[in-house]
């Protein structure tokens, strides 16, 4: 049995769409935060840098989004993931660039407005994370065109990776003003294997 460890709207929602899309079996462990349960020696023992998410399946253990959702759409659902070399080649540049592009100024935004420590926080940097989203969205856009998946006809892992930092965008309240990622926005949330996701968490 795969288990996930994880919080609700969090990374880990990438994880159970993923297992979702796959209709693969899991448990899904809802850490509490406020509790410390991310710090225990149990946890620690798997994810030393005591953050979400961490899969555990079979003798295998792995932390970091991006490499769970590749890992189950290589393990369990080839149709996440193309197999020849230069399709796998643009599969992996959106991945790379949903985590490093993407999303890299929204974590900033959560990092300085509650993650970090107080003393830690500069709210100078939030106009430059804000028009740091925004360039990332032009070039997502670009890179969509008119295709309905970021691969063309065919959903991918690294439409989990795309779509779900779209999401963490709204949530941070960062204008989306691309009508072509709009659809996408829309197209996505519509996912079965997303909207279960979203229920596992919430009983959870």
């Known amino acids: 049995m795969i288990t996930v460890y994880g919080l609700p709207r969090s990374r880990s929602t990438r994880v159970l769409w993923a297992l979702e ?3 693969q079996a899991y448990t899904f462990m809802p850490l509490n935060f406020a509790e410390g349960q991310q710090r225990t020696d149990h946890y620690l023992s798997l994810n030393p840098g005591a953050k ?10 792995l932390t970091e989004s991006g490499a769970i959702v590749n890992y189950v759409a290589n393990r369990y659902g080839d149709h996440l993931a193309p197999s020849t070399p230069a399709d796998r080649a643009h599969y992996d540049r959106w991945c790379y660039f949903a985590l490093t592009e993407l999303e890299q100024p929204l974590w900033t935004m959560g990092k300085h407005r509650f993650a970090l420590p107080a003393e830690q926080r500069v709210a100078a940097i939030m106009p430059t994370a804000t028009w ?3 360039k990332a969205l032009n070039l997502f856009s670009q890179g969509l065109d008119d295709k309905p998946y970021i691969l063309g006809d065919q959903f ?10 779209l999401m963490w965008g709204i949530a941070f309240k960062q204008p989306l003003e691309q009508a072509n990622l709009q659809a996408y926005l829309d197209r996505i949330a519509q996912r079965p294997a997303l909207q279960r996701a979203q229920a596992a968490e919430a009983a959870g």
């Open 21 to 23: 899309e796959c209709n």
């Open 156 to 165: 991918s892992g690294a439409d989990i990776l795309l779509g779900h930092t």
């Open 52 to 61: 979400v998410p961490t899969l555990v399946d079979g003798d295998l253990v």
């Open 132 to 134: 740091e989203h925004q």
